[in-house]
């Protein structure tokens, strides 16, 4: 069975500080996806990671993919309050090409 | 352009009821995917779509979900003899061939009493 495990579950952060939100999985897939949801929302695409060793920034978010360790991180630098949501990972199906998502990881930024 | 788009955005519905969920995906997009999402959960996948064909149900639950696509485009989820189980938000999602990054409509929230 394809396990896809995110931790933290829940993170509290004070504004300014870093951080890294670990993604393991259990499939031999060499592609990540990260998504972002805000509540009541639905899910926007943060990165695909399509390769061993690939790594991708976006302002204070920044993924990479160690397929030979079946982990990804998604690390926060300088977390701002607008950075908090939800935060899901997720690895393509061993069928092709349909998603299995991680529990997802609950991201508040205070002040 | 115009996103993924699902119709209607909530239903509530009684135990035992038959419900039909729409979902539009973006122009030109030949993969549909559907998937539910529970309160705090991450997404589960239900069934990919290829063109018209279902390339992939093995997530659909039981023989009460079915999913249709004949045109290629516009997708129904239906389900019969609805379940308070079968509460969720079930979201629609489309992308290119080849191309990975799969695009979210909005969700409708079904809600069986």
């Known amino acids: 069975e394809l396990k896809v495990e995110q931790n933290p579950l829940f993170l509290s952060m004070q504004e300014g500080k870093n951080y890294t939100i670990y993604c393991n999985y259990s499939t031999t897939s060499d592609r990540l996806y990260w998504y972002r949801q805000d509540p009541g929302k639905s899910l926007e695409s943060l990165f695909v990671?399509?390769?061993?060793?690939a790594v991708k920034q976006e302002g204070r978010l920044m993924a990479s993919l160690d397929t030979k360790a079946r982990l990804s991180t998604l690390h926060i630098t300088a977390a701002v309050h607008d950075l908090s949501a939800t935060y899901f990972c997720?690895?393509?199906?061993?069928?092709?090409?349909?998603?299995?998502f991680g529990k997802g990881t609950s991201l508040l930024v205070t002040p | 352009g115009a996103g993924v788009s699902q119709t209607p955005s909530n239903k509530v519905t009684e135990k035992g009821k038959y419900v039909e969920l729409r979902c539009d995906p973006i122009?030109?997009?030949?993969?549909l995917y559907w998937y539910r999402q529970s309160l705090g959960q991450g997404p589960e996948f239900l069934i990919y779509?290829?063109?018209?064909?279902?390339?992939?149900d093995s997530g659909l639950p039981n023989d009460r979900f079915f999913a249709v696509r004949p045109e290629g485009s516009v997708s129904t989820l239906k389900i019969q003899r609805t379940e308070r189980g079968d509460s969720a938000v079930y979201l629609c999602a489309s992308s290119y061939p080849g191309i990975d990054t799969q695009y979210f409509g909005p969700g409708t929230r079904l809600t069986v009493l």
């Open positions: 779509f290829q063109g018209t064909g279902a390339a992939d």
């Open positions: 990671l399509l390769s061993n060793g």
């Open positions: 997720a690895v393509d199906r061993d069928s092709g090409y349909a998603l299995n």
């Open positions: 122009s030109g997009h030949t993969a």
